[in-house]
């Protein structure tokens, strides 16, 4: 059974959606990458069977509110206070991308309540990158602006997004069952009734994305005891000046920077892991359990 929920974090309304009710296992907490949203994680959740599963819809993103800021010490600091809201415990957290770099900064602020993690290709970056502004710059065309910014927003309907990205660059590597699952829940209706738009605005993700590179965590990774697996598909290759999404983002020695870190390189796989194989990304986060 699903619910949709909401709650105020930080003055800004956060959604929500559960599957399942809490039965001893470990609860499963699911966060989406930037510019996605919580039912991304549909098809995950389907190789879950009836196990107790909640995934977020970060600020700017989906059904949750807009109001700034906008950074990702902010999601990462929602996501600590969410799960002291609800009074979570012995969580089993999966982060894709941003969501792993959030997950990592909230089981730093309450560690107790996770239990493992799972950090999928989190866009958390070799260490030299955070001491000047090589990646930031990396992430700009020719006129300083994010790609992302001028991503089409508007669309008819769900159906209309679909044939939009239907095998079109990184998104031909998707499951068509995630595709689906991104554009039914990834519109609103359009301010002005002309048809719908995105729920995470091409102008919020391009300044989310600029942000990416100022978060250092690597002074705190050594306080996570939990165990940690590490899920990364190949790099980005540290020369290139346009933005490949499809690469990973991950530094290739970030598993061993957690006392119970386990790394698992995934070369057949993209940035784009969950889209690809929800199921392998089920059974790590069964494993062991």
Not at 143 to 153: D, I, L, Q
Not at 167 to 173: E, I, P, T, V
Not at 211 to 237: E, F, K, N
Request: glycine share 8%.
């Amino acid at each position: 059974m699903l619910e949709e929920n909401y709650i105020d974090i930080n003055g800004n309304r956060m959604c929500w959606f559960e599957w399942g009710i809490p039965d001893g296992r470990p609860t499963i907490l699911l966060c989406h990458a930037t510019g996605f949203h919580a039912r991304c994680w549909d098809q995950t959740i389907h190789f879950l069977g009836d196990r107790h599963v909640i995934a977020v819809d970060f600020r700017g993103h989906g059904r949750s509110g807009n109001e700034e800021p906008l950074t990702w010490a902010s999601f990462g600091d929602d996501l600590a206070r969410f799960v002291a809201a609800l009074d979570l415990a012995n969580l089993t957290a999966a982060g894709h991308s941003m969501g792993g770099h959030s997950v990592v900064q909230a089981v730093c602020a309450e560690p107790q309540r996770f239990s493992r993690l799972l950090l999928v290709d989190p866009v958390i970056l070799d260490p030299a990158a955070y001491s000047g502004e090589r990646f930031h710059s990396a992430l700009l065309n020719d006129v300083g602006e994010h790609p992302v910014a001028r991503r089409k927003n508007r669309f008819a309907d769900p159906a209309a997004m679909f044939a939009n990205f239907d095998g079109r660059g990184a998104y031909g590597l998707w499951q068509t069952s995630v595709l689906r699952d991104y554009c039914e829940h990834g519109l609103l209706p359009a301010p002005d009734g002309d048809g719908m738009v995105l729920a995470c605005p091409p102008a919020v993700e391009a300044l989310i994305y600029m942000g990416s590179s100022g978060l250092d965590l690597y002074d705190r990774l050594a306080s996570i005891m939990q165990p940690v697996v590490v899920l990364r598909a190949p790099g980005r290759d540290p020369a290139e000046t346009v933005m490949d999404f499809s690469k990973s983002p991950t530094f290739a020695g970030l598993a061993d920077r957690f006392p119970a870190g386990k790394d698992v390189y995934l070369p057949d796989l993209t940035h784009f892991i969950p889209m690809q194989r929800p199921d392998l990304v089920a059974r790590y986060l069964l494993e062991d359990l």
